[in-house]
């Protein structure tokens, strides 16, 4: 579904991706695992169209992602929920997931049926539809920007880091919905530094350090290799 | 009190023409952090385009005012794809040098060829009305009521379409604007759009009072500056409130003091102001 071939990104002249070569099969729930700084979220930036890479290929689905603009991206069933949340802060948050259906606007019957799934996975939004979706706590933000990237109907979900800053609690109920947007046929692409929870409900994972991808492997397998254990899960 | 009535009135016709004009220049700070110079230049375009249009052609004022209006629309556009897209990664003091380059390079186009004479543009509002002694000249209705009509409008295409959000969306979070697939490109023409429009249907409401010469653009460009500061960068109420602050700071401060010294009045009010309250008096972005 989603393939880079030997992905370089540079900021100015710092070499911020080096060499990515990743694949994401359809159906997948794949993690990426790696510390701050790492280049995590460069890299789904890259695939977003917000930066250029400077060497290699970004194919989704037999299209050459690579020079399209973030609109086209995520008209192509491209759809990332970026770290930050990046909500609109004073727009109520009914607002906030109809923009979220900004590329299929003419199709309204579809955006209402999909608005209703949404708030089937997030039932407490609708309670908070008309409050400026600023004025929600952590955990409900980030429902909302899972909820808006939703609404794009996208084939392939990009989530970066959402379980940072939110409660132990509120994390395991967001990995369980992440869970449960995969189960419901859309590819999911996680960027986390929570290793134990990621690799639990994931089928394929990277591991990146400085920019380049240094090991992947099976979830399973991976929760069950000493270095990673040692120097993602602490244990 | 007739007096004071009148000073109302004659506050409330400049604020409006003040505030129409702030408007444009906000809403293309406020979601494109472009600090428009150009704007004041945008404005006496639209004024000579009305005066072309209702002069040269004959055409009726409100077809004057709407085919100026698309004109400077059109040139808000091409002023934003061939330069302002063109800088959008260059250092922000490009922009400022870009704008003070298009405000020059628009002056010089009029001075080739209107030349630089002061023309008189009339309107068929010319009449006074007598109310109890306080003057209401039909053009300063007219230029009251149209700004009361546009930013009713503004504020609904703004907040009840989809397109409208796309442009508050853009100023409240560039980033997550373009996580959703708004088209960058396409608010920024928008932006520049409206703000030229704006700018032109001010040029031909104000015009009637005042003269059509290049140099017209100047001292509005500068109050329209000390507007957006005083009222909130990206500010829209702050646009209107800060027109009407100068607006009437001239009407009374011209009449009270002196017309020689309204201008001094206008921008003292903005150092005192600015010493109170620093970030203007609507702080946050456009909204």
Redesign the interface.
């Known amino acids: 579904m989603l393939q880079l071939k030997n992905v370089d990104g540079h900021y100015g002249s710092f070499k911020a991706l080096n060499n990515i070569n990743m694949t994401v099969d359809t159906g997948g729930l794949v993690v990426l695992l790696g510390a701050n700084g790492a280049g995590k979220s460069t890299l789904f930036n890259t695939i ?1 169209g ?1 930066i250029k890479p400077t060497a290699g290929s970004v194919e989704f689905e037999d299209k050459i992602l690579n020079g399209m ?3 086209e ?3 192509s069933g491209v ?4 770290e930050g949340r ?6 109520s948050v009914h ?1 906030n997931l ?3 259906a ?2 299929h ?1 003419r199709d309204k019957e579809g955006n209402r049926k999909r608005l209703n799934e949404v708030l089937e996975l997030f039932p407490i939004l609708e309670e908070k539809s008309h409050q400026p979706a600023g004025s929600l706590s952590g955990g409900q933000q980030q429902m909302v920007a899972i909820g ?2 939703m609404m ?1 109907r996208p084939r392939l979900l990009m989530l970066d880091e959402p379980s940072l800053g939110l409660a132990p609690l509120v994390v395991k109920q967001m990995f369980q919905t992440i869970q449960q947007i995969n189960s419901l046929g859309t590819t999911v692409l996680l960027a986390e530094q929570n290793a134990f929870a990621a690799l639990k409900i994931a089928t394929y994972a990277y591991v990146m350090e400085n920019g380049q991808l240094v090991m992947d492997g099976d979830s399973k397998a991976m929760l069950g290799n000493e270095e990673v254990r040692k120097a993602y899960i602490g244990a | 009190m007739t007096t004071f009535l009148q000073q109302v009135f004659n506050g409330l016709t400049l604020g409006s023409i003040y505030g129409l004009v702030a408007l444009g220049l906000t809403l293309v700070y406020g979601i494109l952090h472009i600090p428009n110079f150009a704007h004041g230049a945008l404005y006496m375009v639209g004024a000579f385009m009305s005066y072309f249009f209702m002069v040269d052609m004959g055409v009726h004022y409100w077809i004057a005012m709407a085919g100026s209006a698309v004109v400077v629309a059109v040139l808000g556009i091409i002023c934003e794809r061939l330069v302002f897209h063109q800088l959008r990664n260059s250092p922000p003091i490009h922009d400022k040098i870009a704008a003070i380059g298009i405000l020059l390079f628009l002056e010089a186009m009029v001075h080739m060829f209107w030349g630089s004479e002061f023309r008189r543009m009339s309107s068929p509002f010319g009449g006074v009305m007598n109310l109890d002694g306080v003057y209401l000249r039909e053009q300063g209705i007219l230029i009251i009521a149209s700004t009361v009509v546009l930013v009713v409008a503004l504020n609904l295409f703004l907040r009840k379409t ?1 397109v409208g ?2 442009i ?2 853009m100023a ?2 560039r ?11 396409r608010v920024a023409m928008m932006t520049f759009a409206i703000s030229g429009g704006l700018a032109a249907i001010a040029a031909t409401l104000y015009a009637p009072l005042n003269l059509v010469y290049p140099a017209m653009g100047h001292l509005v460009i500068m109050k329209a500056f000390v507007i957006i500061i005083l009222g909130g960068m990206g500010s829209i109420p702050g646009a209107i409130v800060g027109g009407m602050i100068i607006g009437f700071a001239e009407a009374f401060g011209g009449y009270y003091i002196s017309t020689a010294y309204k201008d001094v009045i206008a921008f003292s009010l903005l150092v005192v102001i600015l010493s109170i309250r620093p970030q203007g008096l609507f702080a ?1 972005g456009a ?1």
């Open positions: 977003s917000l603009r973030p609109s991206v995520v008209n759809v990332q929920c970026a990046q909500l609109f802060p004073q727009m607002d109809m923009l979220g900004y590329v606007r808006r990237a794009s | 989809m959000a796309t508050i969306a409240q979070n980033e997550g604007a373009f996580l959703v697939g708004i088209d960058a490109n946050k909204h």
